[in-house]
């Protein structure tokens, strides 16, 4: 799993306070869902909430608003990343998924702080049997990840939630993207490289075509015997 929590990664966040100012009237309620989640022992204690979320906000600064589009978070979390980009972009809508129950809790409190209730929902549950769900999958113009699981299990579970023409966008911390996403796997997903962020560094993939039938696996197969 990427190491996202650690110093070295966050650091960039301070170089990235302009992001910020484009929040500038949710930046107070950020602040406090993110030292909260931090209270709560969602985030851990080495790390600084603003930087965090700055850093998240940055990425979707790089990448290309979905209007009106349907997106969802994988392995949310305390609501970094997912819930900052649907703060930096207020027509997207959105489903944020986790297994853990904390996770649902302080999510669907910081969506209320956030007055994006009519916009956003969490839903609960394994993200390898949500994503072939027959409500969930294929229905997605978007989908995020952060320090989610390893690139080829972050692949496979999103690409059962995107539509053809959506787009996975992954926070990178350390490593070889050439490595980390090789083209022929990924091909069987349907996805390819479209384009990757230096400043913060991140991956977004495209959906070019419909993944291959088995994909995605239940999540037990996914882990046996992961696509590469
Ligand atoms: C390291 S945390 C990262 C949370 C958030 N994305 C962030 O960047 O702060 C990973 C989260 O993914 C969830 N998770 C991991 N694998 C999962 C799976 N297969 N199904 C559902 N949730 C999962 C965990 O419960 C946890 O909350």
Redesign the pocket.
Known sequence: ?PS?GDASWCARGAELLAEADALAHLGPRLDQIFERAQEKGL?GRATVPRREWVHAAAIAGGVADPGEGRCL?L????G??GLVMAACWPATRWVF????LR?ETFVSWAIGVLEMSARAAFVR????ALARAEALTGRFDLVV?????SPAVTAECATGFLAVGGRLVVSEGEGSLADRWPAAPLRRLGLAVAATGAGPRFVELAKVAPQESRFPRR?AALQRVPLY
Not at 75 to 78: A, D, E, I, Q
Not at 145 to 149: G, K, S
């Open positions: 799993m996202h985030l978070d392995g949310t979390g305390s970094l990343f998924t986790d297994r853990r996770s549950g394994e993200v390898a990840a952060r320090a989610f699981a999540l």
